[in-house]
């Protein structure tokens, strides 16, 4: 093996010092600073001297991102300190008895200042750092035990090899959301579908299912990203005295943050961020499924303590689901002004974001057969936003045995589709629906394209 002389060594600095710069103006602040044709030409010269020697190969080089070939195992991972759950507060009346409580445990007459951050829709992980290096990653898992993920993770671009600055302490651990854009969540089900491979019913579900590949370099084409909520250090006479300060300092070492969180005072302003980014959550370009209140004091965190499984000095308010279970009653057929005909579940009513819903698209007949959707089947159904709600899985093990197949109304001749503006349940009922006059404009005996049908 011919050994780097140390000019090699010094231009390979060069080139991961240079690269990680340009992920992180990239990846975290969505600032490029160089066009893609530049950084391919730096990321492939730091590729070709890292094959060429070997031994100059550092833990944090940027070119491990693209993920190793070999396969991974998941290793079990004791987390340092537990990874525990939140308590939910499903009402703004269970916010002001959470914020009740922790005034009168603090024995506090004053509003107490709460950190407001999205509670992103992903998976929950721990990074550690030993002298500023990403060493492990771990899932959450039951909150003691997790698995050791940190092949996968070191293919997300905005998760730091290396953490940025002079302030790097010895040993930290790193807490964060792992998420899948929406955006990128669609590309890859679009992706999946032209495959022939089996969809993600939603982005959760995609970016759990991307991190638990056994194969990096599978990972390495998932668009997941990372949003870092909370620090730990080992020497805790290091941490700032709020959690606001200890966000901006991972935001310092490299971390993106949520640029949506804020601070508030009291319950009233909690309240009030609540329902600002319930106003704006469908317009974000990632899942969000509540927002989480934490005592900004880490002093007055330590006075409050934990639970067996929760600390009491945050919670989670929930936003509507957007998802829920429901049953499939009937299919009826729906043409629109173009002629085309949309399948639409009529549904037992259930209340999924915000509002009840009866029905839900199911877009075409090539979707119930990708769905395997039959009358009768219980399914999720989804609603985000003002989007139509839309059947996305079906539980199969809860498939009653006279459920019924799907069958496409038969066309009947003389009549147009296209002209109908009617939902119809039975297709010769829209044809019988239609005016002589609509009929007459199709010669005697022919049919509307076969695009009307399908």
Same mark, same amino acid.
């Given at each position: 093996?011919?050994?780097?002389?140390?000019?090699?060594?010094?231009?390979?600095?060069?080139?991961?010092?240079?690269?990680?710069?340009?992920?992180?103006?990239?990846?975290?602040?969505?600032?490029?600073?160089?066009?893609?044709?530049?950084?391919?030409?730096?990321?492939?010269?730091?590729?070709?001297?890292?094959?060429?020697?070997?031994?100059?190969?550092?833990?944090?080089?940027?070119?491990?991102?693209?993920?190793?070939?070999?396969?991974?195992?998941?290793?079990?991972? @004791?987390?340092?300190?537990?990874?525990?759950?939140?308590?939910?507060?499903?009402?703004?009346?269970?916010?002001?008895?959470?914020?009740?409580?922790?005034?009168?445990?603090?024995?506090?007459?004053?509003?107490?200042?709460?950190?407001?951050?999205?509670?992103?829709?992903?998976?929950?992980?721990?990074?550690?750092?030993?002298?500023?290096?990403?060493?492990?990653?771990?899932?959450?898992?039951?909150?003691?035990?997790?698995?050791?993920?940190?092949?996968?993770?070191?293919?997300?671009?905005?998760?730091?090899?290396?953490?940025?600055?002079?302030?790097?302490?010895?040993?930290?651990?790193?807490?964060?959301?792992?998420?899948?854009?929406?955006?990128?969540?669609?590309?890859?089900?679009?992706?999946?579908?032209?495959?022939?491979?089996?969809?993600?019913?939603?982005?959760?579900?995609?970016?759990?299912?991307?991190?638990?590949?056994?194969?990096?370099?599978?990972?390495?084409?998932?668009?997941?990203?990372?949003?870092?909520?909370?620090?730990?250090?080992?020497?805790?006479?290091?941490?700032?005295?709020?959690?606001?300060?200890?966000?901006?300092?991972?935001?310092?070492?490299?971390?993106?943050?949520?640029?949506?969180?804020?601070? &508030?005072?009291? &319950?009233?302003?909690?309240?009030?961020?609540?329902?600002?980014?319930?106003?704006?959550? &469908?317009?974000?370009?990632?899942?969000?499924?509540?927002?989480?209140?934490? @005592?900004?004091?880490?002093?007055?965190?330590?006075?409050?303590?934990?639970?067996?499984? &929760?600390?009491?000095?945050?919670?989670?308010?929930?936003?509507?689901?957007?998802?829920?279970?429901?049953?499939?009653?009937?299919?009826?057929? #729906?043409?629109?002004?173009?002629?085309?005909?949309?399948?639409?579940?009529?549904?037992?009513?259930?209340?999924?974001?915000?509002?009840?819903?009866?029905?839900?698209?199911?877009?075409?007949?090539?979707?119930?057969?990708?769905?395997? @959707?039959?009358?009768?089947?219980?399914?999720?159904?989804?609603?985000?936003?003002?989007?139509?709600? #839309?059947?996305?899985?079906?539980?199969?093990?809860?498939?009653?045995?006279?459920?019924?197949?799907? #069958?496409?109304?038969?066309?009947?001749?003389?009549?147009?589709?296209?002209?109908?503006?009617?939902?119809?349940?039975?297709?010769?009922?829209?044809?019988?629906?239609?005016?002589?006059?609509?009929?007459?404009?199709?010669?005697?005996?022919?049919?509307?394209?076969?695009?009307?049908?399908?």
């Amino acid at each position: 093996m011919t050994k780097a002389s140390p000019d090699v060594i010094s231009r390979a600095g060069e080139l991961r010092d240079t690269i990680t710069e340009h992920n992180y103006q990239y990846y975290v602040l969505d600032d490029p600073r160089v066009p893609d044709a530049e950084y391919d030409r730096l990321f492939r010269e730091l590729q070709d001297l890292e094959a060429q020697y070997p031994d100059i190969v550092t833990p944090d080089t940027p070119t491990r991102r693209v993920g190793a070939s070999v396969e991974t195992t998941f290793e079990e991972v @004791v987390h340092r300190i537990p990874m525990l759950s939140l308590d939910n507060a499903f009402s703004d009346e269970e916010l002001r008895d959470f914020d009740r409580r922790v005034k009168d445990r603090l024995k506090a007459s004053d509003d107490i200042e709460y950190v407001c951050e999205p509670k992103l829709d992903g998976l929950a992980v721990s990074l550690h750092y030993e002298s500023g290096v990403l060493t492990r990653a771990a899932t959450r898992g039951d909150g003691y035990t997790g698995e050791d993920i940190t092949a996968n993770i070191r293919t997300i671009p905005s998760v730091p090899l290396r953490l940025r600055g002079d302030n790097v302490p010895e040993l930290v651990e790193v807490r964060g959301e792992v998420y899948m854009p929406r955006e990128g969540f669609e590309a890859l089900n679009r992706r999946l579908a032209d495959k022939g491979e089996k969809a993600f019913v939603n982005p959760r579900n995609a970016a759990a299912g991307s991190l638990r590949q056994k194969k990096p370099t599978v990972t390495a084409r998932r668009p997941l990203e990372l949003c870092a909520y909370s620090v730990a250090l080992e020497d805790e006479s290091r941490l700032p005295a709020t959690h606001w300060e200890g966000l901006q300092q991972v935001s310092a070492w490299g971390f993106r943050i949520n640029p949506e969180m804020r601070r &508030a005072t009291g &319950a009233k302003d909690c309240l009030q961020a609540y329902n600002e980014l319930m106003d704006k959550r &469908a317009s974000l370009p990632y899942e969000i499924d509540g927002i989480v209140f934490k @005592v900004n004091s880490l002093a007055l965190q330590q006075q409050l303590g934990f639970v067996s499984r &929760a600390p009491r000095w945050a919670i989670a308010q929930k936003f509507p689901a957007q998802e829920e279970l429901t049953v499939i009653e009937d299919v009826e057929f #729906q043409v629109g002004r173009t002629g085309a005909i949309t399948p639409v579940a009529r549904l037992k009513p259930v209340f999924v974001g915000g509002v009840t819903v009866s029905n839900a698209t199911l877009h075409n007949m090539d979707e119930i057969q990708r769905l395997g @959707v039959r009358i009768g089947d219980t399914v999720f159904v989804r609603r985000a936003g003002d989007v139509i709600p #839309q059947v996305v899985k079906v539980v199969a093990e809860r498939r009653p045995d006279n459920a019924r197949e799907v #069958q496409l109304p038969t066309p009947a001749p003389y009549a147009s589709p296209i002209l109908c503006r009617s939902r119809v349940k039975w297709w010769p009922a829209v044809l019988a629906g239609c005016s002589a006059r609509h009929s007459a404009r199709r010669p005697s005996g022919t049919m509307p394209p076969a695009r009307h049908w399908t």
